[in-house]
């Protein structure tokens, strides 16, 4: 039996899990949770919206550490987070201050002036294939770039975040190819930068590192990591998927192997698409905003992020200030209890979800509605979106697609997969709910 590390980081909480592989047959895999923390962003004096990366590596090496007292030997670690954020080094490779989250809203305004000013909207779909969302790293390293931001004027170094975990337990940089695949500054035909868009952002090409491949090693841990967790020595660091959609994916043979069949990885976030030999970067794929990110073996995952649990899971934090602890069964329980009143359908990719003051008031808008309606709401509207998005992606698809797979938390949820397989027309598949971890060890081995 072999056993391997994976660091999960979800916009929300963060693990670490324990993989034990048989040597005879890679496929037989069992994985243990080691280490579970909950996370947040928090608002600064500045106006900014951080991310705890400090605390964020503070409690991996916690988790290495429980991982490690369980006394195995590790062939090695892979790391994978969410995409488009960023961490800035100075010369000397510290880093400069806590990265930025993706849902600041100090991007909201600049998309329009980085296309009058510098490359159409048209010209970077065509150059980079990734959907237009305003938090893409090219818009927040723009408007880094617009208000002078300190930390990003005084970078030498630039980090994709899984990028800087690894940095962090080995001492080397690297840029993984999913992780930059999110950023709307790669071109998904030779698989680099584009110098034009780094130019946009007022940045150079010396400022990243190289560009390697899922599967890249990337050496053992420090010395200071071996010390504070106890870990072996000659436990290595791979370089895996380093988005976490792009593992998930990974986890699933039949999507990646097979066709005729789509997948939906449902988290905080949800994301529908397909995999493909190459991008799929038409005039239709610009209008339905659809975007070509990074998969394993130079693989092009076609896809649109929706606003999954995150409006749910806003709501439950908003209960739970009021005394009201809402678990998920229950949550179902209410929303059934709900069926058969009047359905309110809103579209939970509406910029006012991000991460309004109330995601109560924002979801009532002015009604008067109870608990149950505003689940049954939210569970509804999510299906509505997914079988949307789905139509739309039958149209860029290659061939029909005759099924969906889901992976991810949300496959735990039967009332919401019974909602998306009626709002689509075509049979819901359970996947692995882990499907994240899986794919994360599955290229470590």
Same mark, same amino acid.
């Given at each position: 039996?072999?056993?391997?590390?994976?660091?999960?980081?979800?916009?929300?909480?963060?693990?670490?899990?324990?993989?034990?592989?048989?040597?005879?047959?890679?496929?037989?895999?069992?994985?243990?949770?080691?280490?579970?923390?909950?996370?947040?962003?928090?608002?600064?004096?500045?106006?900014?919206?951080?991310?705890?990366?400090?605390?964020?590596?503070?409690?991996?090496?916690?988790?290495?550490?429980?991982?490690?007292?369980?006394?195995?030997?590790?062939?090695?670690?892979?790391?994978?987070?969410?995409?488009?954020?960023?961490?800035?080094?100075?010369?000397?490779?510290?880093?400069?201050?806590?990265?930025?989250?993706?849902?600041?809203?100090?991007?909201?305004?600049?998309?329009?002036?980085?296309?009058?000013?510098?490359?159409?909207?048209?010209?970077?779909?065509?150059?980079?294939?990734?959907?237009?969302?305003?938090?893409?790293?090219?818009?927040?390293?723009?408007?880094?770039?617009?208000?002078?931001?300190?930390?990003?004027?005084?970078?030498?170094?630039?980090?994709?975040?899984?990028?800087?975990?690894?940095?962090?337990?080995?001492?080397?940089?690297?840029?993984?190819?999913?992780?930059?695949?999110?950023?709307? !500054?790669?071109?998904?035909?030779?698989?680099?930068?584009?110098?034009? /868009? %780094? +130019? @946009?952002? *007022? $940045? &150079?090409?010396?400022?990243?590192?190289?560009?390697? !491949?899922?599967?890249?090693?990337?050496?053992?841990?420090?010395?200071? /990591? %071996? +010390? @504070?967790? *106890? $870990? &072996?020595?000659?436990?290595?660091?791979?370089?895996?998927?380093?988005?976490?959609?792009?593992?998930?994916?990974?986890?699933?043979?039949?999507?990646?192997? *097979?066709?005729?069949?789509?997948?939906?990885?449902?988290?905080?976030?949800?994301?529908?698409?397909?995999?493909?030999?190459?991008?799929?970067?038409?005039?239709?794929?610009?209008?339905?905003?659809?975007?070509?990110?990074?998969?394993?073996?130079?693989?092009?995952?076609?896809?649109?992020?929706?606003?999954?649990?995150?409006?749910?899971?806003?709501?439950?934090?908003?209960?739970?200030?009021?005394?009201?602890?809402?678990?998920?069964?229950?949550?179902?329980?209410?929303?059934?209890?709900?069926?058969?009143?009047?359905?309110?359908?809103?579209?939970?990719?509406?910029?006012?979800?991000?991460?309004?003051?109330?995601?109560?008031?924002?979801?009532?808008?002015?009604?008067?509605?109870?608990?149950?309606?505003?689940?049954?709401?939210?569970?509804?509207?999510?299906?509505?979106?997914?079988?949307?998005?789905?139509?739309?992606?039958?149209?860029?698809?290659?061939?029909?697609?005759?099924?969906?797979?889901?992976?991810?938390?949300?496959?735990?949820?039967?009332?919401?997969?019974?909602?998306?397989?009626?709002?689509?027309?075509?049979?819901?598949?359970?996947?692995?709910?882990?499907?994240?971890?899986?794919?994360?060890?599955?290229?470590?081995?």
């Amino acid at each position: 039996m072999k056993h391997y590390i994976a660091i999960d980081w979800g916009a929300t909480s963060g693990r670490v899990m324990v993989a034990h592989v048989d040597n005879i047959n890679e496929k037989n895999m069992y994985q243990e949770e080691v280490h579970r923390f909950k996370h947040a962003i928090r608002e600064s004096e500045d106006g900014h919206w951080y991310w705890d990366f400090t605390g964020l590596l503070r409690e991996t090496t916690e988790g290495l550490k429980k991982a490690a007292a369980l006394g195995y030997h590790y062939e090695s670690i892979g790391v994978d987070t969410w995409g488009v954020d960023v961490v800035f080094y100075d010369g000397e490779g510290r880093m400069i201050a806590e990265p930025l989250s993706y849902r600041d809203p100090f991007t909201a305004d600049v998309t329009g002036h980085f296309f009058e000013q510098y490359i159409s909207a048209e010209k970077l779909y065509h150059k980079t294939g990734i959907q237009f969302m305003d938090f893409n790293t090219v818009f927040k390293l723009f408007a880094c770039r617009r208000e002078n931001y300190r930390p990003y004027a005084e970078a030498k170094h630039i980090l994709f975040l899984p990028d800087a975990v690894s940095y962090y337990l080995t001492g080397r940089m690297v840029c993984e190819y999913t992780a930059l695949s999110t950023s709307a !500054m790669m071109d998904p035909r030779t698989k680099e930068f584009d110098v034009e /868009i %780094l +130019a @946009a952002c *007022g $940045l &150079n090409r010396e400022q990243f590192p190289e560009v390697v !491949m899922p599967g890249h090693d990337l050496g053992t841990l420090k010395e200071d /990591i %071996l +010390a @504070a967790t *106890g $870990l &072996n020595s000659d436990c290595r660091v791979v370089a895996v998927a380093g988005h976490d959609t792009g593992s998930a994916v990974a986890a699933c043979p039949r999507v990646i192997g *097979g066709k005729r069949a789509a997948y939906l990885s449902c988290g905080t976030w949800s994301l529908m698409g397909i995999v493909t030999d190459k991008p799929v970067i038409t005039e239709e794929s610009c209008v339905l905003n659809f975007t070509n990110e990074g998969g394993v073996d130079g693989t092009t995952r076609l896809l649109k992020n929706i606003t999954g649990m995150w409006v749910l899971e806003q709501c439950r934090k908003e209960w739970a200030a009021e005394g009201k602890e809402y678990s998920y069964p229950e949550l179902v329980a209410m929303a059934q209890s709900a069926k058969g009143k009047e359905v309110f359908i809103f579209n939970p990719d509406e910029p006012r979800f991000a991460n309004p003051a109330s995601m109560l008031n924002e979801i009532q808008n002015g009604r008067v509605m109870t608990d149950q309606e505003i689940i049954w709401a939210i569970y509804n509207s999510m299906a509505h979106r997914y079988g949307e998005v789905f139509r739309m992606l039958q149209r860029l698809a290659p061939w029909p697609i005759e099924v969906l797979y889901v992976i991810g938390g949300g496959v735990r949820n039967t009332y919401l997969l019974q909602l998306t397989e009626q709002a689509i027309g075509v049979p819901v598949v359970v996947g692995p709910s882990e499907a994240t971890a899986i794919g994360n060890v599955m290229v470590q081995i």
